[in-house]
């Protein structure tokens, strides 16, 4: 029997560094619902839940949310591992696909082939950021109920509440990281900047849908780095 995954997709109006990027469009259309239906490409998740902050300043995400047919749970905003904790208890959640709100690129074939792996063996957490090789935006995390619970129940410092899974991949032993045959951990993909977003804009005009894939982009970057690079300084 295969063990059942669900995405636990994490977003806020409230970042600190670019406020309301969620909610910035592209081709006329919010980026949480981009990163949303590329995500449902995936083969390998059951279901998607977005999980959000019950604060007013999040109720537009809501309601563009709900309107759209998307799962919603509203928890803490800054403990995040509270809130991916009652979420998972909420919906009684076996096993979970973390991904965050600024990986706007999320690739559903690279999901599907983490979440493949770790249905057929015995991990508790499986990721491709313990040993970074992909961009930062393409960052994936799969691991069990159990483990999110052990982490929850003694996890105490600040900085382990607000990301999640440091506990994890401090404490879980039967863990795996999926590397990339190519290094690209230097690039810079993700959406926390007004540089980041104006990057992502122009990556989307060069192709004719919203479904195009990592190999995509990265044939996209080898032929146009100098746009990259610019991106990378301006946030540096």
Known sequence: MKKEVTAI?????????????????????????????????????????VAI???????????????????????????????????AKKFALKNILRITGDNLLVDPNLVDKLVNIYQKKNFDYISNIEKRTYPKGFDIEVFSFKALRQAYSKANSKFDKEHVTPYLRRNIFKRYNYANKEDFSNLRITLDTIHDFKLIKKIFSKFENKFFYYKDIISFYKKNKKIFLECKNLNN
């Open 9 to 49: 997709v994490q977003a806020r109006v409230g970042s600190s560094r670019l406020r309301g990027k969620v909610l910035k469009k592209i081709n006329k259309k919010e980026t949480i619902l981009l990163l949303l239906e590329r995500l449902s490409k995936s083969k390998k998740i059951d279901d998607i839940i």
């Open 53 to 87: 902050p019950k604060k007013k300043q999040d109720d537009d995400l809501y309601k563009i949310l709900i309107k759209n047919n998307y799962k919603v749970f509203r928890g803490d905003e800054h403990n995040v591992l509270k809130r991916y904790f009652e979420c």
